[in-house]
């Protein structure tokens, strides 16, 4: 696996953000049985740096908790058959990870949203990277019956890694 990880802010949230990326990202990739390796870029910013790319990107001008900017086109959520029939078009030429997207994460939110629910700041910046990942995999919560499907999925994954609200 190879993560990219950029910060735009000096708010500090975890401990050890790219160690809790990669354990979100194989807890993730196990859960969906990614044939992968795979590619990730992460960048932590702050309610104005995320302001701006929901702005340019969603034309929303107000910040968030989470972007997210999946690459693979999927037929259906985590349905790889598309990467294994144009793997040119989704796969690093050199590593032969696929190359999943990126994921913005609003590091003043990470905080004030831990504190609003009463957990761990942790907890929380590893429910946005679930969250985030479950949409790089094609997920998504428009209609009502798919934001049922990724919330149960993003507990799931979350309790696997023993990761509770109580933290």
Request: proline share 4%; aromatic share 10%; glycine share 4%.
């Amino acid at each position: 696996m190879t993560f990219f990880v950029e910060k735009e802010t000096e708010t500090k949230t975890v401990e050890d953000e790219e160690a809790l990326l990669r354990d979100v990202a194989a807890s993730v990739c196990e859960f969906e049985n990614c044939p992968y390796e795979i590619s990730v870029n992460l960048l932590v910013t702050d309610d104005e740096g995320i302001r701006e790319y929901n702005k340019q990107f969603r034309g929303l001008d107000n910040p968030t908790d989470v972007l997210s900017f999946p690459l693979v086109d999927y037929e259906q959520p985590a349905d790889f058959s598309l990467v294994k029939r144009e793997p040119a078009a989704y796969l690093d030429q050199e590593t032969g990870e696929l190359i999943l997207g990126d994921i913005v994460i609003n590091a003043d939110r990470v905080l004030s949203q831990a504190k609003e629910y009463g957990h761990s700041p942790k907890r929380e910046f590893a429910f946005l990277l679930v969250h985030s990942f479950l949409h790089l995999f094609g997920y998504d919560h428009m209609e009502k019956e798919e934001e049922e499907e990724m919330f149960r999925r993003q507990e799931q994954v979350l309790l696997r890694m023993g990761i509770t609200r109580e933290d």
